[in-house]
């Protein structure tokens, strides 16, 4: 009888030490896992963007056929729809003129009578 109870202490002692094993097999997984979807998310900023010369611009009610307040490009007279301008160039009346940088969405806007445009996020922008 005494022999049985060892064995089965034993046993038991066995099993929990496979279920202990196996939960820090399990829980270096999951801290290895997590290490590399974090790596992977790390944002990054184009290192190749250039600075351009432009003017923000307010084109007018866009509830009345006008623009709103878009930037001009000042070499190419292109007209951008910014989608993160600051609330200092949201005035109304507005034109002046700032240095930008900017990366392309892929978006297109349509701002008035047959008038398309590019989206563009604003990486920096400064008043000159």
Not at 95 to 120: D, E, Q, S, W, Y
């Amino acid at each position: 009888m005494q022999r049985l109870t060892i064995l089965l202490c034993h046993y038991r002692l066995n099993v929990v030490y496979q279920q202990h094993s196996s939960m820090k097999k399990l829980s270096g997984l999951l801290i290895i896992l997590l290490v590399v979807v974090f790596a992977g998310c790390q944002k990054s900023t184009p290192t190749n963007l250039s600075e351009t010369n432009a003017h923000v611009v307010d084109g007018g009610d866009p509830q009345v056929d006008g623009l709103g307040i878009v930037i001009s490009i000042d070499n190419t007279h292109e007209i951008v729809a910014p989608i993160n301008l600051p609330a200092e160039f949201q005035q109304k009346g507005i034109n002046a003129p700032v240095a930008i940088k900017i990366v392309n969405t892929g978006k297109m806007t349509h701002l008035n009578f047959g008038t398309n445009c590019r989206v563009v996020y604003l990486v920096s922008i400064r008043k000159l």
